[in-house]
């Protein structure tokens, strides 16, 4: 028996990211499933949650706004994730304005990837102390932050914070992916 899933953005997001903890904040600190945020929804937490919510969030974004980049630049431009960087000047923009909300491919999520099954869904696992304390099937450790799981779809990489997931590494995460798993991120996207 499977896991209820919960957390923030899109139950059946392209890229999910799974993170320890939750936000201090009602509703989502008493959340029961997934909930899809909203356009302030973002500020509003980080501004009653403090910076290390806002961070999340920024790297995240600037994740996503690299990716969709990186796919432009190797001419696969189908699907949500591909045009973010077409539709939205700055990384900024991208996140007040679509990050984990409705039809956003995105997912942040308080509960542990459901590696059982096939999907096509890319699970990114933030940490190398939670990955491990989750158990996860069949990783490759690339180096002491980065592991995959090719069968599962998954990734671990540092947490979501400018000091442990810096630009450059922000740079290597969306390598490993397109290296990896750019098939999941181009098929058909509803």
């Given at each position: 028996m499977t896991q209820q899933t919960i957390g923030l953005g899109?139950?059946?997001?392209?890229i999910c990211v799974y993170i320890a903890n939750t936000p201090q904040l009602t509703p989502y600190n008493q959340l029961s499933s997934v909930r899809e945020l909203q356009a302030g929804h973002i500020?509003?937490?980080?501004?009653?949650?403090?910076?290390?919510?806002?961070?999340?969030f920024?790297?995240?974004?600037k994740v996503m706004f690299?990716?969709?980049s990186q796919l432009c630049l190797s001419s696969k431009t189908?699907?949500?994730?591909?045009?973010i960087s077409q539709q939205y000047d700055r990384?900024?923009?991208?996140?007040?304005q679509r990050l984990l909300q409705n039809k956003s491919e995105t997912g942040l999520f308080f509960t542990a990837p459901d590696t059982s099954k096939q999907s096509e869904q890319l699970h990114i696992v933030m940490g190398r102390q939670y990955a491990k304390s989750l158990n996860l099937p069949s990783l490759k450790w690339l180096n002491n932050e980065f592991a995959i799981s090719e069968a599962h779809n998954l990734i671990v990489?540092?947490?979501?914070?400018y000091r442990q997931l810096s630009n450059i590494k922000i740079v290597y995460l969306t390598e490993l992916i397109l290296a990896h798993f750019s098939s999941t991120l181009t098929r058909s996207q509803q």
């Open positions: 899109q139950s059946d997001a392209r500020n509003e937490i980080g501004q009653a949650c403090g910076n290390g919510w806002r961070k999340v920024n790297v995240y974004a690299a990716l969709s189908d699907g949500v994730i591909a045009t990384w900024q923009s991208y996140r007040d990489c540092p947490y979501f914070d």
